[in-house]
């Protein structure tokens, strides 16, 4: 008996450690493999933290001034918080020299994911999944300048398909893109940038243009309709107005 539980949890401890989620013996880490993951950073960028967004994955990149961790995450359906799936991390110094992940240590907790470049000033770079229009993140450093560049062919000019948070942002086309900024002044908790396909702009203005059309025809019915039933009714003697004027102030015939 005592060796079927020997057995029984000789399994358990197996299937804990190749299970591909968090178990009781602790977080799983992110695979070497996919950290090592090659991808092309614009490290000269002009705000301090940049995220540049395309369909299915954005890239952020940070310029720490020093900062010795950076710790991420993303908020759940529920609003708990739970770790960001990175790859592809680099982290280039000061003087253009960059590094990848051999040098740079990323661990997950139940709640985030924490990443500790080299010593010494510099960007941390870093790729991450995502999907839909709407792109939001925690501003995990604050005092800092904020950029979202989002895909090519979206805008975020229309309120009625678009949204950003937080106000007071600067907008700006570049190569075919648009480039949202928010400066040190703003230090928001979150970021959020709802955008729309350029097309759908004039979808849109179709669609309402059709509809207030439509919506002009029915009244104008509407209005032809009432005319003429007035005329049915003067015709039947429905409308004439009988007022006390006609009689003075006289009692009516006969009653004299």
């Known amino acids: 008996m005592n060796r079927r539980l020997?057995?029984?949890?000789?399994?358990l401890?197996?299937?804990?450690?190749?299970?591909?989620?968090?178990?009781?013996?602790?977080?799983?880490?992110?695979?070497?493999?996919?950290?090592?993951?090659?991808?092309?950073?614009?490290?000269?960028?002009?705000?301090?933290?940049?995220?540049?967004?395309?369909?299915?994955?954005?890239?952020?990149i940070y310029d720490l001034g020093g900062k010795t961790t950076l710790e991420?995450?993303?908020?759940?359906?529920?609003?708990?918080k739970a770790p960001v799936e990175i790859s592809a991390v680099k982290f280039r110094y000061a003087n253009g020299t960059v590094v990848g992940a051999d040098d740079i240590r990323v661990r997950k907790t139940k709640s985030k994911t924490i990443i500790t470049p080299p010593k010494g000033k510099?960007?941390?770079?870093?790729?991450?999944?995502?999907?839909?229009?709407?792109?939001?993140?925690?501003t995990y450093l604050k005092d800092r300048s904020y950029e979202v560049i989002i895909p090519r062919g979206m805008r975020v000019d229309l309120?009625?398909?678009?949204?950003?948070?937080p106000g007071n942002y600067k907008t700006e086309m570049r190569d075919g893109r648009v480039h949202i900024v928010w400066d040190k002044s703003i230090n928001p908790d979150a970021i959020s940038v709802r955008y729309y396909l350029a097309r759908d702009k004039f979808i849109?203005?179709?669609?309402?243009?059709?509809?207030?059309?439509?919506?002009l025809a029915g009244l104008?019915?509407?209005?032809?309709?009432?005319?003429?039933?007035?005329?049915?009714?003067?015709?039947?003697?429905?409308?004439?107005?009988?007022?006390?004027?006609?009689?003075g102030?006289?009692?009516?015939?006969?009653m004299r």
């Open 122 to 138: 510099g960007k941390l770079a870093y790729t991450a999944p995502r999907r839909g229009k709407t792109f939001s993140v925690p």
């Open 6 to 11: 020997v057995l029984a949890f000789g399994l």
């Open 159 to 165: 309120f009625l398909l678009s949204d950003v948070r």
């Open 204 to 215: 849109f203005g179709g669609v309402v243009g059709v509809a207030l059309l439509v919506g």
């Open 220 to 247: 104008a019915y509407f209005r032809l309709q009432i005319r003429q039933l007035e005329r049915e009714r003067e015709e039947l003697g429905l409308n004439v107005d009988v007022s006390d004027d006609d009689f």
């Open 72 to 80: 991420i995450h993303q908020q759940e359906a529920l609003g708990e």
């Open 13 to 60: 401890v197996v299937f804990a450690a190749s299970a591909g989620c968090s178990s009781v013996f602790g977080p799983d880490q992110i695979a070497q493999k996919k950290l090592e993951r090659n991808a092309s950073y614009e490290w000269d960028t002009e705000q301090d933290v940049t995220y540049n967004v395309s369909s299915d994955e954005y890239r952020a």
């Open 249 to 254: 102030d006289d009692p009516p015939p006969g």
